[in-house]
């Protein structure tokens, strides 16, 4: 922490009557990370929000954003950044008749399903207290990604406060080519005070859970893959392992239905049928039902977390192997296997359309190795169950990884994922941001 009267930026910020804060408790989701911060300056709104930003600009003082406060590896709070918290610039605002929903910067994904009217929906992530903008900023996979695309696919305009305090209209008739980079680029462009999503319409989707006994984890998983196959528009798969209640490791299939009634039922009672599953949900609903707090409590925030990712093609035998055992072998009863869907209409968005390139058929596997202090055995224990998982699935894996779950450190990565992105990313980086003060950003490229 830094005395604001030995900082000369801070000084001019609370010459201004800047509301400053220092305490960091409470914001960081990963308790694991050792988080530090310049300063926490609440924003009002954009004009505030560009004074702010054009004073530290002129101090040379790099900047982060703390919108919905997810980030696994606490960007933004590391030492000299000063925290940009945008939490008070939730709004929501349909309008019907375009079809479209203008939300604040700050607004979580919770926040603006709630508010949308009945039938319609705006493809998020799984979990309601993402923020929407830094969900969408770098992708965004969730139950809907098959059937409508990622929630950066349904961005249409921001309202960006770029790195010198200017304020840009990213849009196919302003900043185009800003609009481009903010649709799955990474966060490192400015801040996001506003932004305009496509709503589809969908009054319900069909949902269900199942749980099976890991002695049927394979076979249930090849039949997975199959029924993507038929079906890689309708069907969105969220799957995964994690401990079951009798503390042994479990699979679980989640399906999103969003077509035929007749054919959705069938898909769905034969995953029921089965003779080894426990089915705990089943049924339609509106997409807003999806989002179960109850479930979300599985990952809370505050306990420590080591999350890498990787991303598989298919789910052929030796993929599968891999997940299964690294689920027998699980170190810790909150650790986990997520498993996002990527098919259908995401598949169908041309490569270059945005800036988020990966569009073949894929599966965003995330390898969550969560412990409570040390209660839950060695540390060093649970680092290396997450590592060793990430290894054996390099093997199986497409270069790099979904940018969103991505550490600092792996800038290599995230440069392999943009692959053809990458040097337009860059130019675009450098005529925003020349002096990288977003240099703590989801996404980022190393130079
Ligand atoms: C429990 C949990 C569940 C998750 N589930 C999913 C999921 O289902 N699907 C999925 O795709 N991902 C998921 N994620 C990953 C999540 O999408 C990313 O961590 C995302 O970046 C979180 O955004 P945030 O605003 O909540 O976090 P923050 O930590 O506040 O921000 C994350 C990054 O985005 C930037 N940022 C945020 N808002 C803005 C803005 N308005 N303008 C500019 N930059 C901004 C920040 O600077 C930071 O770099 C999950 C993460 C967690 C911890």
């Given at each position: 922490?830094?005395?604001?009267?030995?900082?000369?930026?801070?000084?001019?910020?609370?010459?201004?009557?800047?509301?400053?804060?220092?305490?960091?408790?409470?914001?960081?989701f990963n308790?694991?990370?050792?988080?530090?911060?310049?300063?926490?300056?609440?924003?009002?709104?954009?004009?505030?929000?560009?004074?702010?930003?054009?004073?530290?600009?002129?101090?040379?003082?790099?900047?982060?954003?703390?919108?919905?406060?997810h980030?696994l590896?606490?960007?933004?709070?590391?030492?000299?950044?000063?925290?940009?918290?945008?939490?008070?610039?939730?709004?929501?605002?349909?309008?019907?008749?375009?079809?479209?929903?203008?939300?604040?910067?700050?607004?979580?994904?919770?926040?603006?399903?709630?508010?949308?009217?009945?039938?319609?929906?705006?493809?998020?992530?799984?979990v309601?207290?993402?923020?929407?903008?830094?969900?969408?900023?770098?992708?965004?996979?969730?139950?809907?990604?098959?059937?409508?695309?990622?929630?950066?696919?349904?961005?249409?305009?921001?309202?960006?406060?770029?790195?010198?305090?200017?304020?840009?209209?990213?849009?196919?008739?302003?900043?185009?080519?800003?609009?481009?980079?903010?649709?799955?680029?990474?966060?490192?462009?400015?801040?996001?005070?506003?932004?305009?999503?496509?709503?589809?319409?969908?009054?319900?989707?069909?949902?269900?859970?199942?749980?099976?006994?890991?002695?049927?984890?394979?076979?249930?998983?090849?039949?997975?893959?199959?029924?993507?196959?038929?079906?890689?528009?309708?069907?969105?798969?969220?799957?995964?392992?994690m401990?079951?209640?009798?503390?042994?490791?479990?699979?679980?299939?989640?399906?999103?239905?969003?077509?035929?009634?007749?054919?959705?039922?069938?898909?769905?009672?034969?995953?029921?049928?089965?003779?080894?599953?426990?089915?705990?949900?089943?049924?339609?609903?509106?997409?807003?039902?999806?989002?179960?707090?109850?479930a979300e409590k599985a990952w809370p925030k505050?306990r420590?977390y080591?999350l890498?990712?990787?991303?598989?093609?298919?789910?052929?035998?030796?993929?599968?192997?891999?997940?299964?055992?690294?689920?027998?072998?699980?170190?810790?009863?909150f650790s986990a296997?997520v498993?996002?869907?990527?098919?259908?209409?995401?598949?169908?968005?041309?490569?270059?359309?945005?800036?988020?390139?990966?569009?073949?058929?894929?599966?965003?596997?995330e390898?969550i190795?969560a412990?409570?202090?040390?209660?839950?055995?060695?540390?060093?224990?649970?680092?290396?169950?997450?590592?060793?998982?990430?290894?054996?699935?390099?093997?199986?894996?497409?270069?790099?990884?979904?940018?969103?779950?991505?550490?600092?450190?792996?800038?290599?990565?995230?440069?392999?994922?943009?692959?053809?992105?990458?040097?337009?990313?860059?130019?675009?980086?450098?005529?925003?941001?020349?002096?990288?003060?977003?240099?703590?950003?989801?996404?980022?490229?190393?130079?």
């Amino acid at each position: 922490m830094m005395l604001t009267n030995q900082n000369p930026l801070l000084r001019e910020l609370a010459a201004r009557g800047e509301e400053m804060s220092f305490d960091l408790g409470g914001l960081l989701f990963n308790a694991a990370v050792d988080a530090q911060a310049l300063a926490i300056v609440k924003c009002r709104d954009t004009a505030h929000l560009s004074s702010v930003i054009r004073v530290a600009s002129e101090h040379g003082t790099p900047m982060a954003v703390l919108g919905g406060g997810h980030d696994l590896s606490g960007r933004g709070f590391v030492k000299d950044n000063l925290i940009l918290d945008l939490r008070a610039l939730s709004s929501v605002t349909t309008d019907s008749d375009s079809m479209t929903v203008t939300i604040g910067g700050g607004t979580l994904s919770g926040d603006l399903i709630e508010n949308l009217p009945p039938h319609l929906v705006s493809p998020l992530g799984t979990v309601s207290t993402v923020g929407v903008t830094g969900l969408a900023l770098c992708g965004g996979y969730g139950r809907l990604t098959s059937s409508l695309g990622l929630t950066s696919d349904t961005l249409e305009r921001a309202e960006v406060v770029l790195a010198d305090g200017t304020i840009a209209i990213a849009s196919e008739e302003d900043d185009h080519d800003l609009l481009w980079a903010i649709r799955g680029g990474g966060s490192g462009f400015g801040v996001v005070t506003s932004c305009r999503l496509k709503l589809h319409h969908m009054p319900e989707v069909l949902i269900s859970m199942h749980i099976y006994p890991m002695e049927h984890a394979h076979r249930i998983l090849l039949l997975c893959q199959d029924l993507i196959d038929l079906h890689p528009t309708d069907l969105n798969l969220f799957m995964g392992f994690m401990t079951g209640p009798n503390g042994q490791p479990v699979l679980f299939v989640s399906p999103t239905w969003t077509g035929d009634r007749n054919i959705g039922e069938a898909l769905v009672g034969d995953l029921q049928a089965d003779k080894s599953a426990l089915t705990v949900q089943n049924g339609w609903m509106p997409y807003k039902m999806t989002f179960d707090k109850e479930a979300e409590k599985a990952w809370p925030k505050g306990r420590n977390y080591s999350l890498p990712t990787q991303t598989v093609q298919r789910l052929d035998r030796e993929t599968v192997e891999i997940l299964i055992q690294a689920a027998l072998n699980f170190t810790s009863p909150f650790s986990a296997l997520v498993i996002h869907d990527f098919h259908g209409v995401a598949t169908r968005i041309a490569p270059t359309a945005t800036a988020f390139p990966l569009r073949s058929a894929h599966f965003v596997i995330e390898i969550i190795s969560a412990w409570d202090g040390v209660a839950n055995g060695q540390i060093s224990d649970h680092l290396a169950w997450a590592n060793a998982v990430s290894a054996s699935l390099g093997t199986v894996s497409l270069p790099g990884g979904y940018p969103n779950l991505l550490s600092p450190h792996e800038g290599e990565r995230a440069r392999q994922f943009f692959g053809g992105s990458a040097e337009r990313l860059k130019a675009i980086k450098s005529r925003v941001d020349p002096d990288d003060l977003f240099r703590s950003a989801t996404g980022r490229i190393p130079t």
